[in-house]
């Protein structure tokens, strides 16, 4: 009997080299979005995944920041979401194909459901600055708007349509320099139902 020889392909990251040439340009743009970086096949499973997980309430009010939102705090234990951590291997080899950012290893993720009915999702903030060189986010379900900001009270500079299947790439400290991480709010979802998404960070504070 023939047998025909497996080829090495990735299962969920549909648009591994639009991904490289991502990583490639976030040091000078702060954000860079990636449409359909996932099938709806891929969307579907990582969904099926989380949906019935234990997501705890964030707070309303952080500081000076807004948000309307729940999380399920995954951090490196991924043996239950098996789809989640395969996802967060194929990203890692496609972003550390851009040189700097081989020392990229994603050691913490989170999913977070941002809720139906809500105009905000997140005002302008800063990502944690002990997440490392970039900071990945994937939306499995929903759609909502992402905007950088030049400062946390300043209009929107720029903003992206966010759909399932969608990439975001946010550049992290280390990466151009000290601290360059970029203002950034998330529109609350657009439609009826929550947005998923799922966050993968290096965080700098955790031993190996």
Same mark, same amino acid.
């Given at each position: 009997?023939?047998?025909?020889?497996?080829?090495?392909?990735?299962? !969920?990251?549909?648009? @591994? $080299? /639009? +991904?490289?040439a991502a990583a490639r340009r976030v040091?000078? =743009?702060?954000?860079?979005?990636?449409?359909?970086? !996932?099938?709806? $096949?891929?969307?579907? %499973?990582? !969904?099926? /995944?989380?949906?019935?997980?234990?997501?705890?309430?964030?707070?309303?009010?952080?500081?000076?920041?807004?948000?309307?939102?729940?999380?399920?705090?995954?951090?490196? /234990?991924?043996?239950?979401?098996?789809?989640?951590?395969?996802?967060?291997? $194929?990203?890692?080899?496609? +972003?550390?194909? %851009?040189?700097?950012?081989?020392?990229?290893? @994603?050691?913490?993720?989170?999913?977070?459901?941002?809720?139906? #009915?809500?105009?905000?999702?997140?005002?302008?903030? !800063?990502?944690?600055?002990?997440?490392?060189?970039?900071?990945? &986010?994937?939306?499995?379900?929903?759609?909502?708007?992402?905007?950088? %900001? =030049?400062?946390?009270?300043?209009?929107?500079?720029?903003?992206?349509?966010?759909?399932?299947?969608?990439?975001?790439? &946010?550049? #992290? @400290?280390?990466?151009?320099?000290?601290? /360059?991480?970029?203002?950034?709010?998330?529109?609350?979802?657009?439609?009826?139902? @929550?947005?998923?998404?799922? #966050?993968?960070?290096?965080?700098?504070?955790?031993?190996?």
């Open positions: 009997m023939k047998v025909t020889p497996t080829v090495n392909q990735t299962t !969920l990251l549909a648009a @591994p $080299e /639009e +991904v490289a040091a000078a =743009e702060g954000i860079v979005c990636v449409p359909d970086a !996932l099938s709806p $096949e891929a969307c579907a %499973h990582l !969904l099926r /995944e989380v949906e019935a997980a234990p997501f705890v309430p964030e707070p309303e009010t952080t500081g000076p920041v807004q948000q309307r939102l729940d999380t399920l705090e995954l951090g490196d /234990e991924l043996a239950s979401y098996p789809a989640i951590r395969e996802l967060r291997d $194929e990203l890692a080899a496609a +972003v550390q194909r %851009h040189a700097p950012l081989r020392a990229w290893k @994603p050691n913490d993720a989170s999913v977070l459901r941002y809720r139906p #009915g809500e105009t905000i999702g997140i005002t302008p903030h !800063l990502d944690g600055r002990r997440y490392g060189l970039v900071v990945a &986010v994937v939306t499995i379900a929903g759609r909502a708007r992402v905007s950088r %900001h =030049e400062t946390r009270e300043g209009p929107p500079v720029q903003t992206w349509p966010i759909e399932p299947g969608t990439l975001m790439l &946010v550049r #992290g @400290p280390g990466l151009t320099g000290p601290d /360059e991480r970029p203002f950034h709010s998330v529109s609350g979802p657009i439609g009826d139902g @929550p947005r998923y998404s799922i #966050g993968y960070r290096l965080d700098t504070t955790r031993t190996s």
